[in-house]
Nanobody, 124 residues
Framework: QVQLVESGGGLVQPGGSLRLSCTASTSMFTILVASWYRQAPGKQRREWVA????????DYADSVKGRFTISRDNTKNAVYLQMNSLTPEDTAVYYC?????????????????WGQGTQVTVSL
């Protein structure tokens, strides 16, 4: 069964940087459109952060524009989120969400998947 696997979270001081990664657990599925979301402590809803299309075009939430960069490496079937100039307000669990396409000679389908989340804490 395919999974989205996230990594790269951790503890960083204000002004620091982190790079999150998101990969599919099997090469049988291809990442199509992918987004990063985050859920801050005490918040019930996940906040959309950034999106990258299969062709590489991107979009960002206003709160991270100019500080975060989403990218993809189709050869590695991976999506990344480079986070710079981090502030305590960026503290959250970050989730990868992607459309995963399975395709063979007789069947093609796309499924929506979420990763398990990775904790990002920005603090002194």
């Amino acid at each position: 069964q395919v999974q989205l696997v996230e990594s790269g979270g951790g503890l960083v001081q204000p002004g620091g940087s982190l790079r999150l990664s998101c990969t599919a657990s099997t090469s049988m599925f291809t990442i199509l459109v992918a987004s990063w979301y985050r859920q801050a402590p005490g918040k019930q809803r996940r906040e959309w952060v950034a999106l990258v299309n299969p062709g590489g075009s991107t979009d960002y939430a206003d709160s991270v524009k100019g500080r975060f960069t989403i990218s993809r490496d189709n050869t590695k079937n991976a999506v990344y989120l480079q986070m710079n100039s981090l502030t305590p307000e960026d503290t959250a669990v970050y989730y990868c969400n992607a459309g995963l396409q399975f395709s063979n000679t007789s069947y093609e389908a796309t499924y929506d998947y979420w990763g398990q989340g990775t904790q990002v804490t920005v603090s002194l």
